[in-house]
């Protein structure tokens, strides 16, 4: 699947969210670029290779506490091709992430603004 695919996907929505990642006993800081149930592309000039699995911890607009998820990297972007990151794919996320997730999803829009749907 391609960077394109992937951002573009239905079920994803433009967000910018502080990204905590650990892996191998350190830890850094990206930022979302888009979010879905499934993964989210992580912007960061840090390197890691597909398949490399971090713990991911984030807030998600208007949430209180931090969710926290396993994630494998799926496939990285260069810096020279628009913001440098990885995509990552989300690994047994906790029914609660999923549900915060999907109430993300239904609360904002693909293009990042907030739905006019009442609640």
């Known amino acids: 699947m391609s960077a394109r695919e992937f951002a ?14 650990k892996s ?3 830890s850094f800081v990206g930022t979302s670029n888009n979010i879905g149930v499934g ?17 991911l911890e ?3 607009p208007d949430h209180i506490h931090p969710t926290s998820v396993d994630a494998e990297v799926r496939w990285s972007r260069e810096a020279d091709q628009r913001p440098a990151g990885f995509g990552m794919r989300f690994v047994n996320p906790s029914i609660g992430a999923m549900v915060a997730l999907y109430d993300l999803l239904r609360r904002i829009g693909p293009d990042g603004t907030r739905s006019s749907r009442p609640e």
């Open 39 to 55: 993964g989210v592309f992580v912007v960061t000039d840090r390197r890691l290779s597909p398949g490399d699995r971090v713990a």
């Open 58 to 60: 984030f807030t998600l």
């Open 8 to 21: 573009s996907r239905p079920g994803r929505a433009s967000v910018a969210i502080q990204i905590i990642l």
């Open 24 to 26: 191998a006993g350190e």
